[in-house]
């Protein structure tokens, strides 16, 4: 074994004989035929090189080959590569990891799937190019002179690919390129200025300027950057300027600049800043100016920390001033007394993460935010706001117009939500799935609503609901499926409703019950009630003693007061609320099972139950 890793080999030649291991070089080029003499070879690496294109012949004379790594070089899937995709899938456990880097549509994809199609050139790339001539050359956009790359406003729409590694500048503004794509710049490791101002950049990926070291220019203004990724100047140890003004920035992380020690001036002016956090620009020991004008800053509690940073640091010097609150408008923050800085309303929850790029719904119209509490009651709303600030503990939806509740996924949206409060609309309605996502609500009113029927499937998930209020509504009849799921209710009201019956075991499934309201209902004492009254009298649940309405001679007396035998039917007197789940005429159902055997079909019956397990 060979291993000469962590030298400076630049070319491939064919008099090699027993290389396996060539990593963290500097080859770009293998010649054709390089490896023709190693038929013994297993092991070849070739990690972390500059390797553009490999010749189609390389590895046809290594039958012995079992490990080839490639990753980590610039590989160029034009159509002298193609071969390589096929080779690579023809022997899936080898030459994992094998990325290409150009052309830009295919930047970052494995090799091994990108289709014959897809490796295409150009009229000018038909022949493969040798070791002898250069593989890098200026592109034809640009011009190349003293370690400089010029592509200014010609149009390009991707950044150039083999450019000359040792460049120290390249310009690129006024060009139409939308996407800045991963390590972009990373093979140009003795790079110090970059301008890609003046374009159209909306993505820039995390690792598009890795590795750059050297860089001590970066010119992004006059884009469209909405948000700076993760880490995206991490390496860049070495930069003085940074200029990221008349883009659309809406947020910065507040480890955006982590690593830029050497940072002399940065420019954010002219973007849609509304407020930064706490500790941004701690890394920037070295800044000398600052531009933040020209942002619609919110100076709320949550910005007092950047007026005491700009007067113990007077670097800002294009006059930033405050969007809002009304009474600090145009103000310059920092010239703003600390104590002017706070927090009313929903100001404080709304803006209170913005160091993880998340800013919250503004309060909806027609509602009044104020804490955490949205309150849009009496607005003769017909459904429910599709958009609520996340923070929301308490929603307020009562006295509107809502009849129906749509299963938009609203709640799902909003984690910290613990009460919602629906009481006095006209809800008739609750669709399936309504409350989706609502795992964190304890208590839910829907007091003086029109609602002639509950089931379980209208609360789901509302697993850790505590409080259901469900009074004067116009509620019939209770049954085993009302409250299935509800195992956390502890306090439930069914005060003024027109139940005249419960099911044997309706209330079983709420297992935390401890007070339960029962009054003002139509209940018929018959036999079917009469589990009732034993329920009442042996479980310890306050329930306020409800009583009887029929037969007239136990109307009013409470309904665990009355003897058991008293509790009697006649020929008539069936049960108005037994369970019956839709069952298919021609079917048999039991629980969730449906049989429909030997019945004659010719097609599928209607009705199946949408709960069947097994049919």
Same mark, same amino acid.
Request: aromatic share 6%; net charge positive.
């Given at each position: 074994?060979?291993?000469?890793?962590?030298?400076?080999?630049?070319?491939?030649?064919?008099?090699?004989?027993?290389?396996?291991?060539?990593? =963290?070089?500097?080859?770009?080029?293998?010649?054709?035929?390089?490896?023709?003499?190693?038929?013994?070879?297993?092991?070849?690496?070739?990690?972390?090189?500059?390797?553009?294109?490999?010749?189609?012949?390389?590895?046809?004379?290594?039958?012995?080959?079992?490990?080839?790594?490639?990753?980590?070089?610039?590989?160029?899937?034009?159509?002298?590569l193609a071969w390589l995709s096929d080779w690579l899938r023809q022997r899936r456990t080898i030459g994992q990891f094998t990325f290409c880097l150009a052309p830009v549509n295919l930047r970052g994809f494995l090799v091994a799937e990108v289709q014959k199609k897809d490796f295409v050139c150009s009229g000018s790339q038909s022949e493969p190019p040798s070791c002898s001539a250069s593989s890098i050359t200026c592109p034809s956009a640009c011009t190349c002179s003293n370690n400089v790359v010029d592509c200014r406003g010609r149009s390009l729409t991707e950044?150039?690919?083999?450019?000359?590694?040792?460049?120290?500048?390249?310009?690129?503004? /006024? =060009?139409?390129?939308?996407? &800045?794509?991963?390590?972009?710049?990373?093979?140009?490791?003795?790079?110090?200025?970059?301008?890609?101002?003046?374009? /159209?950049?909306?993505?820039?990926?995390?690792?598009?300027?890795?590795?750059?070291?050297?860089?001590?220019?970066?010119?992004?203004?006059?884009?469209?950057?909405?948000?700076?990724?993760?880490?995206?100047?991490?390496?860049?140890?070495?930069? /003085?300027?940074?200029?990221?003004?008349?883009?659309?920035?809406?947020?910065?992380?507040?480890?955006?600049?982590?690593?830029?020690?050497?940072?002399?001036?940065?420019?954010?002016?002219?973007?849609?800043?509304?407020?930064?956090?706490?500790?941004?620009?701690?890394?920037?020991?070295?800044?000398?100016?600052?531009?933040?004008?020209?942002?619609?800053?919110?100076?709320?509690?949550?910005?007092?920390?950047?007026?005491?940073?700009?007067?113990?640091?007077?670097?800002?010097? @294009?006059?930033?001033?405050? @969007?809002?609150?009304?009474?600090?408008?145009?103000?310059?923050?920092?010239?703003?007394?600390?104590? !002017?800085?706070?927090?009313?309303?929903?100001?404080?929850?709304?803006?209170?993460?913005?160091? !993880?790029?998340?800013?919250?719904?503004?309060?909806?119209?027609?509602?009044?935010?104020?804490?955490?509490?949205?309150?849009?009651?009496? /607005?003769?709303?017909?459904?429910?706001?599709?958009?609520?600030?996340?923070?929301?503990?308490?929603?307020?939806?009562?006295?509107?117009?809502?009849?129906?509740?749509?299963?938009?996924?609203? $709640?799902?949206?909003?984690?910290?939500?613990?009460?919602?409060?629906?009481? =006095?609309?006209?809800?008739?309605? &609750?669709?399936?799935?309504?409350?989706?996502?609502?795992?964190?609500?304890?208590?839910?009113?829907?007091?003086?609503?029109?609602?002639?029927?509950?089931?379980?499937?209208?609360?789901? +998930?509302?697993?850790?609901?505590?409080?259901?209020?469900?009074?004067?509504?116009?509620?019939?009849?209770?049954?085993?499926?009302?409250?299935? +799921?509800?195992?956390?209710?502890?306090?439930?009201?069914?005060?003024?409703?027109?139940?005249?019956?419960?099911?044997?075991?309706?209330?079983?499934?709420?297992?935390?019950?401890?007070?339960?309201?029962?009054?003002?209902?139509?209940?018929?004492?018959?036999?079917?009630?009469?589990?009732?009254?034993?329920?009442?009298?042996?479980?310890?649940?306050?329930?306020?003693?409800?009583?009887?309405? !029929?037969?007239? $001679?136990?109307?009013?007396?409470?309904?665990?007061?009355?003897?058991?035998?008293?509790?009697?039917?006649?020929?008539?007197?069936?049960?108005?609320?037994?369970?019956?789940?839709?069952?298919?005429?021609?079917?048999?159902?039991?629980?969730?099972?449906?049989?429909?055997?030997?019945?004659?079909?010719?097609?599928?019956?209607?009705?199946?139950?949408?709960?069947?397990?097994?049919?």
């Amino acid at each position: 074994m060979l291993d000469m890793s962590i030298l400076h080999v630049e070319e491939l030649h064919a008099q090699l004989t027993h290389i396996e291991q060539l990593d =963290n070089n500097q080859i770009s080029c293998i010649e054709d035929g390089a490896f023709r003499a190693l038929r013994d070879l297993e092991i070849l690496t070739l990690n972390n090189n500059n390797i553009t294109r490999i010749p189609v012949t390389s590895f046809n004379h290594m039958p012995k080959i079992r490990t080839l790594r490639l990753h980590s070089n610039f590989l160029h899937c034009d159509c002298h590569l193609a071969w390589l995709s096929d080779w690579l899938r023809q022997r899936r456990t080898i030459g994992q990891f094998t990325f290409c880097l150009a052309p830009v549509n295919l930047r970052g994809f494995l090799v091994a799937e990108v289709q014959k199609k897809d490796f295409v050139c150009s009229g000018s790339q038909s022949e493969p190019p040798s070791c002898s001539a250069s593989s890098i050359t200026c592109p034809s956009a640009c011009t190349c002179s003293n370690n400089v790359v010029d592509c200014r406003g010609r149009s390009l729409t991707e950044i150039p690919a083999n450019l000359p590694e040792d460049i120290w500048e390249i310009r690129l503004e /006024q =060009n139409l390129i939308k996407i &800045i794509p991963p390590g972009a710049f990373t093979q140009y490791k003795k790079l110090k200025r970059i301008d890609i101002s003046k374009n /159209q950049i909306s993505d820039i990926a995390p690792d598009a300027f890795k590795g750059l070291k050297s860089l001590i220019s970066l010119v992004l203004y006059g884009n469209k950057i909405t948000e700076i990724p993760q880490g995206l100047f991490d390496d860049l140890v070495s930069l /003085q300027l940074l200029l990221l003004n008349a883009n659309k920035i809406n947020c910065l992380r507040v480890n955006t600049f982590q690593g830029l020690h050497n940072l002399k001036l940065l420019s954010l002016y002219d973007n849609k800043l509304q407020t930064i956090s706490k500790g941004l620009f701690a890394p920037l020991r070295s800044i000398q100016t600052l531009h933040l004008a020209q942002n619609p800053f919110v100076c709320d509690c949550h910005l007092k920390w950047l007026a005491d940073y700009l007067q113990d640091n007077p670097i800002e010097t @294009s006059g930033a001033r405050c @969007s809002n609150p009304r009474r600090l408008a145009n103000k310059r923050i920092s010239q703003i007394k600390s104590k !002017k800085f706070r927090c009313s309303g929903s100001e404080d929850y709304r803006s209170k993460f913005t160091g !993880k790029c998340f800013m919250d719904l503004v309060c909806p119209e027609k509602c009044r935010c104020e804490g955490t509490i949205v309150d849009c009651s009496n /607005q003769k709303l017909t459904r429910l706001p599709s958009h609520l600030p996340e923070y929301t503990t308490d929603l307020r939806l009562n006295d509107n117009d809502i009849s129906v509740l749509e299963a938009i996924g609203l $709640f799902k949206k909003l984690p910290n939500l613990r009460k919602i409060n629906l009481s =006095n609309n006209k809800i008739k309605e &609750i669709r399936e799935g309504a409350f989706d996502g609502a795992s964190g609500v304890q208590e839910l009113i829907l007091t003086e609503n029109q609602l002639e029927s509950v089931h379980g499937r209208m609360f789901r +998930g509302l697993t850790g609901l505590k409080t259901l209020m469900l009074r004067s509504n116009s509620i019939s009849c209770i049954n085993n499926d009302t409250f299935a +799921g509800l195992s956390s209710v502890r306090l439930l009201s069914l005060y003024d409703n027109h139940i005249s019956t419960i099911t044997p075991g309706a209330f079983s499934t709420l297992v935390s019950l401890s007070t339960i309201n029962l009054l003002a209902n139509s209940f018929n004492c018959n036999c079917h009630l009469a589990w009732l009254g034993k329920w009442l009298r042996k479980k310890r649940i306050v329930s306020g003693n409800p009583r009887c309405l !029929k037969p007239f $001679f136990l109307k009013d007396i409470p309904i665990q007061d009355v003897d058991v035998q008293d509790f009697t039917c006649d020929g008539n007197d069936e049960s108005s609320c037994l369970l019956s789940p839709p069952c298919p005429s021609q079917c048999t159902c039991v629980d969730s099972v449906v049989r429909c055997s030997n019945k004659g079909l010719r097609i599928l019956p209607k009705g199946i139950p949408k709960d069947v397990t097994e049919l």
